[in-house]
């Protein structure tokens, strides 16, 4: 059985793009010859991936499952296209990296700046995700390398030792926890609280503690940055959480008191998250190495 690349790459992007005339725009490609490539593509694999009708194309339980095979497959002629330009050129390339808020907030700015600093040909391509779809990004083969909050996320990723963070209690300076240098979470749990979009680890890991003190969670308002939860704060409709080095971002600018948590899981892991350490290509790896070392170095 031969398989076009170019065809495998098409069929991605349909299935990304939910659409073939989106999806041949987006290759370069008339619309007429990619729907002849993707019959050619089902003739080859004697498989139907689309069911058409008046409606349009709908992909099928196949589709679906060639795609996750199919992203494998170009990302490893990828990797090789990319290693031998290694060779010839110096080390250049790209890398795919989706991290949680707080790593991107905390650590990542200054240690990308440097990693790209050393090598100006090395392209990083950053998107925030939530942990859970970070881990799935990875396994997928959508990213290269993930940050995200230590935890079990199945057999199909590697997680590798990071960095920690701490979680404190936010309050507005005249709050009446303000003068406390620290607080168990059960003295702000009569408090409004605001809080981080539904998925969030941290709105997950207080809805479990709460539900421990055998009191309610009372998110009066979510959000989707951080920079949005101190504003609510700042302006008293209610207390919050997030990581300490976050918080200071928004200590000098807005009138917020940031307070210890007493609690044992205040103090969480981070981890770097890879299909494998195998499979990682020459670039994902200096990145990967780039940022355990300054994990190492750091106070």
């Known amino acids: 059985m031969k398989?076009?690349?170019?065809?495998?790459?098409?069929?991605?992007?349909?299935?990304?793009?939910?659409?073939?005339?989106?999806?041949?725009?987006?290759?370069?490609?008339?619309?007429?010859?990619?729907?002849?490539?993707l019959a050619e593509l089902e003739d080859a694999l004697r498989v139907e991936l689309f069911t058409r009708s008046n409606r349009g194309t709908e992909p099928t339980a196949a589709a679906y499952a060639l795609l996750h095979l199919a992203r494998g497959v170009l990302n490893d002629l990828d990797g090789i296209a990319t290693q031998m330009q290694d060779f010839r050129a110096g080390v250049r390339g790209h890398v795919r990296v989706?991290?949680?808020?707080?790593?991107?907030?905390?650590?990542?700015?200054?240690?990308?700046?440097?990693?790209?600093?050393?090598?100006?040909?090395?392209?990083?391509?950053?998107?925030?995700?939530?942990?859970?779809?970070?881990?799935?990004?990875?396994?997928?083969?959508?990213?290269?390398?993930?940050i995200l909050n230590h935890g079990s996320y199945g057999e199909r990723v590697t997680l590798l030792p990071y960095r920690e963070d701490e979680l404190v209690l936010i309050v507005p300076t005249g709050h009446a926890l303000a003068r406390r240098r620290s607080v168990r979470l059960a003295d702000a749990l009569a408090c409004d609280f605001v809080g981080m979009h539904p998925g969030s680890a941290i709105n997950n890991l207080l809805t479990r503690a709460a539900a421990e003190q055998e009191m309610p969670l009372k998110l009066r308002i979510q959000v989707t940055s951080y920079d949005a939860l101190c504003l609510m704060v700042s302006a008293g409709l209610g207390v919050a959480v997030l990581p300490r080095g976050?918080?200071?971002?928004?200590?000098?600018?807005?009138?917020?008191?940031?307070?210890?948590?007493?609690?044992?899981?205040?103090?969480?892991?981070?981890?770097?998250?890879?299909?494998?350490?195998?499979?990682?290509?020459?670039?994902?790896?200096?990145?990967v190495d780039h940022l355990r070392a300054g994990a190492q170095e750091a106070p």
Do not use: K
Request: neutral net charge.
């Open 3 to 37: 398989l076009d690349p170019v065809s495998l790459r098409l069929f991605v992007a349909v299935m990304e793009e939910n659409a073939i005339a989106r999806a041949a725009a987006r290759e370069h490609i008339a619309p007429s010859a990619a729907s002849r490539r």
């Open 98 to 146: 989706v991290a949680n808020i707080s790593a991107i907030t905390q650590f990542l700015p200054g240690e990308l700046q440097r990693f790209m600093a050393a090598h100006p040909q090395v392209d990083v391509r950053l998107q925030e995700q939530i942990s859970t779809a970070v881990a799935q990004s990875v396994a997928e083969n959508a990213a290269d390398v993930g």
């Open 246 to 287: 976050s918080a200071q971002i928004y200590r000098g600018t807005l009138a917020l008191r940031a307070i210890t948590l007493d609690e044992p899981w205040a103090r969480r892991r981070l981890s770097l998250c890879v299909r494998s350490e195998e499979s990682l290509s020459s670039v994902a790896r200096l990145l």
